[in-house]
C-alpha cells in the first residue's frame, strides 16, 4: 500500500507550493519570479547573468501567448517552478509552462456589466503563495484559485462595486496574509488597504487612507468631504520584513482637479503609508501633494534600499513621484531626508521645504477656462514600475515629460457616479516626450539618460548581467547597458506597453518576460525546437 | 412569428447596446438642453459651437464616424484612435447619451450658409488654384496633402476659408512636415508617415517613402507649425474663395 501511494504521489504534477520564506529570500532563487516586483524590496531586479552585455545582441523572442482580450494588458507575471501566472483583462487568469508558452488552465470570470471603471478594464498580476494564486477582480472581489487547476477556492467580495469600487492591483502575499488595495479615486470612494488570511479569505485588518470622524488627521477635510475623499491604493506596494512594515503608495484626493469643496491637506492621499504586516496600524506616512489639483497619484513603488545617505547608514525609500519629484526618505521613521526634480514641471519651486512640502507657484490650479502645467495628470511617471540594481546602485525609472491644460468645475458627489469636478487634456500640438532615466539613488541626479519619441507606459527591469530592460510606447522593448544607457538590442513587438518585465530561468536558461499588445512575449537565446 | 424570433434574437444578443440599437434612450428637449453644459465642458474647446471649431464640423446630419447613435456613443467614449479626439472619462451613460442627442440636434440644425458657386469652385479647384497638384478628390489628384473626397462632410465652412488663407492656423493631423539631413550629407524634406524611438518614414514631394533609422541622421527638424501649403488670401479673389469653400463643402464622400 505504501509502495502504490509513493507511486501516485510521484505521477502528480507539482503543484506551486510557494512559502513565504522563499518570497522573503527571492533574491537567493533568481530562477523564479514569485512577487510583483520580483522581491519585497521593489527592486524589479533580476539575479541573473545568463543574458548580458556581451550576448544581448543575440536575444530573442522563445515564444508568444496571444490573449484574446483587446483591453489594455498590463499584468506584470509571477513565475514559480517552471509555470508563468498571468491576469488578463478584464479580470481572468492563465497559467502557462514557461518551456513552451503553452496554457495549462484559464480562470474566467463574469463580470456585472454595469462596472465601474476608470481606466481601462485592466488587472496588474497576481500573487502566489502556498498552492494558491490571488486575484482581485474589476467587481471588487479578492479570489483564491487552485494553483494546480485554476478552481476557484474562495471568493469574497472586499467591496460593493455598484458604489465605484473596483480592484485592479496584484496582491501582496507575505507571511500567512494577502493585502490588497482598491481602485475609485475618480469615484470618490473611501479608499483603503486590506489584509485576508490566505487560507480562508476572512479580513485580518483594514487601514483606511482617509481618516475618520474624531480620528487624527481627519480635519485635512473641509466638512464632510472625508467622507468621499478617495486615496486609493491600486498599485502594490513593498514590505520589509526586518522592519515588518508594509510601504503602500495612495492615490488622488476627490474631486481630483477641483479642492474647493475639500480645502486642507486631505491625508493621506498622495502619501506613502508604512503600516504593521500584522495589524494594519499606521506607523508613520509622508505626504507628497498635499492637497493635490492635478491627480498625481502616489500610486508608485516604493523601492527600499539600505545604502549609506550623507556618511551613515540608513535604511532608506527612494520614491519617484509622479509629481516630477524623487524623493528620499528614511524607511523606519518616514523621515524626509532629500528631494529632486527629476522630470520638467512648472507647479512648484524647484526645492521643496525642509520638511519635503513643495512650495506651490501661482496661476497653476485647474480653472474653468483651463491653465497649463507640467507635468499632465498621467505625471512625471505613473503606475508602472521603477527599478533598482545593487550591482550598478542605480535607481532606474521611465519617465514622462508631458503638459496638459487644467479645467475644473463644480460637481457634487453622488453614490457611484464619476467624481472629478474637471478634466485635462494634452497641449494641442506638442509632441510630448519620454525617457529612461539613471538615477544616483542618494542624490537624484541623473547619471544617463536614455530618450524615447513619447511617453511610455512601461516599467523597468534591471539584471546581473548588466541591462536594463524597458519598453516603448509604439512598441519596441529594448535592452540598455545600466551603466551608461547605450542601446544593446530591441525587439518591435507590434503593441502598446503597459507593463512591467521580469526574468527568470526556464529548464535552467534566461527568459525575459513583457506583455506588450495583446500577447506575453517570452525572450531569450534560444527558440522552441 | 418570424418577426418575433428575431426581435428575441437580437434583443438576447444585445445589451448595453440594446439602448444604441434601438436609439439613443435619452433624446428629449429636456435631455438636449440638460447636454448644453456637458458640450461646452467637454466638446467646445475643439469643436467651438458645432461648425467653428478647429475639429469636425459637427452641425452635419450625417458624421462620417458616426453612423448610428450608438457609434457616436462609442466615439465620445473611446476617442478616435488616430486623431485629436480623445477618449473621455466622467460622463455617465446617460450624459454619453444626452451628449448624443446633442451633437445629432446641432446635425440636424440650419446649414451654414454658402455664399459662392461649387461648379466655378470646382473649376478654380483643378484650374487656377491647382489645388489637385497636392490633394486627391475621389482618386483624381496628388498626395502631399489630406485626402477631401469628403472634406465637406469634416469640415464647417468657416474652417475650409481659414484653412485658404491662413493653411498653417491648424494643420491636419499626419502631416507634419520634417527636415532631415543624413549622416551621409542627404536632405530630404516630406511629410512624416510614422516615427518612433528607433526610425521615421517620410514621404517626399515626388511621393518618394524614405524609411531611415535615427542612428544615420545628423539633423532631424519637425516644423509643427508649418505647412506646404501656400496661403489663398493674395492668390483669389473673395469672390473665388467663397466659390472654392462652396465646392470643398459640396464633398461628401460617398455620404
Known amino acids: 500500500m505504501r509502495q502504490v501511494i509513493a507511486i501516485l504521489a510521484a505521477a502528480l504534477p507539482l503543484a506551486a507550493q510557494v512559502i513565504y520564506e522563499q518570497i522573503r529570500n527571492a533574491d537567493q532563487t533568481p530562477g523564479n519570479w514569485l512577487t510583483f516586483s520580483g522581491n519585497y524590496l521593489g527592486h524589479r531586479h533580476s539575479g541573473l547573468k545568463l543574458l548580458n552585455k556581451s550576448n544581448a545582441a543575440a536575444i530573442k523572442p522563445v515564444w508568444v501567448f496571444q490573449i484574446d482580450k483587446t483591453d489594455k494588458f498590463e499584468a506584470s507575471p509571477i513565475v514559480a517552478d517552471g509555470i508563468m501566472y498571468i491576469s488578463e483583462p478584464p479580470s481572468d487568469v492563465t497559467a502557462l509552462e514557461t518551456k513552451t508558452g503553452r496554457p495549462l488552465w484559464r480562470y474566467r470570470r463574469v463580470l456585472p456589466e454595469d462596472l465601474r471603471v476608470c481606466c481601462g478594464k485592466v488587472n496588474r498580476g497576481v500573487a502566489v503563495l502556498g498552492d494558491k494564486v490571488f486575484l482581485t477582480t474589476l467587481d471588487a472581489h479578492l479570489v483564491a484559485l487552485d494553483a494546480l487547476t485554476g478552481n476557484t477556492v474562495w471568493d469574497v467580495e472586499v467591496a460593493p462595486y455598484k458604489t465605484g469600487h473596483s480592484m485592479t492591483v496584484a496582491p ?19 479608499g483603503f488597504l486590506d489584509a485576508y488570511d490566505a487560507q480562508t479569505g476572512k479580513r485580518v485588518w483594514r487601514f483606511w487612507t482617509i481618516p475618520g470622524a474624531g480620528e487624527p488627521g481627519v480635519q485635512t477635510w473641509k466638512g464632510e468631504s472625508y467622507k468621499y475623499g478617495s486615496a486609493a491604493t491600486w498599485v502594490t506596494g513593498s514590505y520589509d520584513p526586518e522592519l515588518n512594515l508594509i510601504y503602500w503608495g495612495t492615490g488622488n484626493p476627490g474631486p481630483d482637479w477641483n479642492g474647493e469643496t475639500r480645502h486642507g491637506d486631505n491625508l493621506y ?40 545617505f550623507q556618511g551613515k547608514p540608513r535604511k532608506l525609500m527612494l520614491f519617484a513621484n509622479r509629481n516630477a519629484f524623487y524623493y528620499v526618505l528614511d524607511r523606519s521613521s518616514g523621515q524626509y531626508l532629500l528631494s529632486k526634480q527629476y522630470v520638467r514641471q512648472t507647479w512648484a519651486q524647484t526645492s521643496l521645504d525642509p520638511k519635503g512640502r513643495p512650495i506651490r507657484l501661482p496661476n497653476t490650479e485647474p480653472t474653468e477656462n483651463g491653465v497649463l502645467v507640467y507635468p499632465n495628470s498621467p505625471g512625471a511617471t505613473n503606475f508602472y514600475a521603477p527599478s533598482y540594481s545593487p550591482l550598478t546602485r542605480l535607481f532606474y525609472v521611465n519617465t514622462r515629460d508631458e503638459g496638459g491644460i487644467f479645467y475644473s468645475r463644480r460637481e457634487e458627489y453622488k453614490e457611484g457616479n464619476w467624481f472629478l469636478a474637471g478634466r485635462f487634456i494634452s497641449k494641442p500640438g506638442e509632441e510630448a516626450r519620454g525617457a529612461v532615466k539613471a538615477l544616483e539613488p542618494t542624490t537624484g541626479i541623473v547619471k544617463w539618460e536614455f530618450p524615447l519619441h513619447s511617453p511610455s507606459w512601461s516599467g523597468v527591469l534591471s539584471t546581473a548581467g548588466g541591462l536594463v530592460f524597458a519598453g516603448a510606447h509604439e512598441g519596441d522593448f529594448f535592452a540598455l547597458d545600466d551603466t551608461n544607457g547605450k542601446l544593446l538590442w530591441r525587439f518591435p513587438t507590434g503593441g502598446r506597453i503597459f507593463a512591467n518585465p521580469i526574468s527568470y530561468l526556464s529548464e535552467g536558461k534566461q527568459q525575459v518576460a513583457i506583455a506588450a499588445g495583446h500577447a506575453i512575449f517570452a525572450f531569450g537565446l534560444e527558440g522552441e525546437k | 412569428m418570424k418577426n418575433r424570433i428575431l426581435r428575441s434574437l437580437a434583443a438576447a444578443a444585445l445589451s448595453l447596446s440594446a439602448a444604441q440599437a434601438q436609439g439613443n434612450p435619452f433624446a428629449t428637449a429636456d435631455d438636449i438642453r440638460a447636454a448644453e453644459g456637458l458640450y461646452q465642458f467637454h466638446c467646445s474647446f475643439c469643436h467651438g459651437r458645432g461648425d467653428d471649431g478647429m475639429a469636425a464640423n459637427l452641425k452635419n446630419p450625417r458624421l462620417p464616424h458616426a453612423p448610428s447613435d ?26 454619453t447619451w444626452q451628449l448624443v442627442a446633442y451633437v445629432r440636434a446641432l446635425g440636424r440644425s440650419a446649414p451654414a450658409p454658402v455664399r459662392g458657386s461649387s461648379s466655378l469652385g470646382q473649376a478654380l479647384f483643378w484650374g487656377k488654384g491647382i489645388c489637385g497638384t497636392c490633394h486627391m478628390v475621389a482618386g483624381k489628384g496628388g498626395r502631399q496633402g489630406p485626402d477631401l473626397s469628403d472634406i465637406g462632410a469634416r469640415r464647417a465652412p468657416s474652417h475650409l476659408r481659414q484653412s485658404l488663407v491662413d493653411p498653417e492656423a491648424s494643420i491636419a493631423a499626419g502631416f507634419l512636415l520634417v527636415e532631415i539631413v543624413t549622416r551621409d550629407g542627404k536632405k530630404i524634406t516630406g511629410t512624416r508617415v510614422n516615427e518612433n524611438t528607433f526610425s521615421i518614414q517620410v514621404r517626399d514631394f515626388s511621393d518618394k517613402i524614405h524609411s531611415l533609422r535615427k542612428s544615420d541622421l545628423a539633423q532631424l527638424n519637425k516644423q509643427s507649425a508649418k505647412s506646404t501649403m501656400p ?20 464633398l461628401r464622400g460617398g455620404l
Not at chain 1, 506616512?285 to 545604502?307: E, G, K, N, S
Not at chain 2, 457616436?72 to 473621455?88: N, V
Not at chain 2, 473673395?238 to 470643398?248: N, S, T
Open chain 1, 172 to 190: 501582496l502575499a507575505l507571511k500567512d496574509k494577502i493585502v490588497v488595495g482598491i481602485a475609485g479615486g475618480e469615484f470618490g470612494i473611501r
Open chain 1, 269 to 308: 492621499s498622495d502619501s506613502v503609508v508604512a503600516l504593521d504586516a500584522d495589524t494594519g496600524q499606521l506607523k508613520w506616512y509622508f505626504q507628497f501633494t498635499p492637497h493635490d489639483l492635478h491627480d498625481w497619484d502616489a500610486t508608485q513603488v516604493p523601492v527600499l534600499v539600505d545604502l549609506p
Open chain 2, 70 to 95: 450608438g457609434a457616436l456613443f462609442q466615439i465620445i467614449r473611446a476617442g478616435i484612435p488616430g486623431t485629436d479626439m480623445p477618449l473621455s472619462i466622467g460622463l455617465t451613460d446617460k450624459e
Open chain 2, 231 to 250: 496661403s489663398y488670401r493674395q492668390q483669389l479673389s473673395d469672390q473665388e474663395l467663397d466659390d472654392l469653400v462652396a465646392h470643398l463643402y459640396s
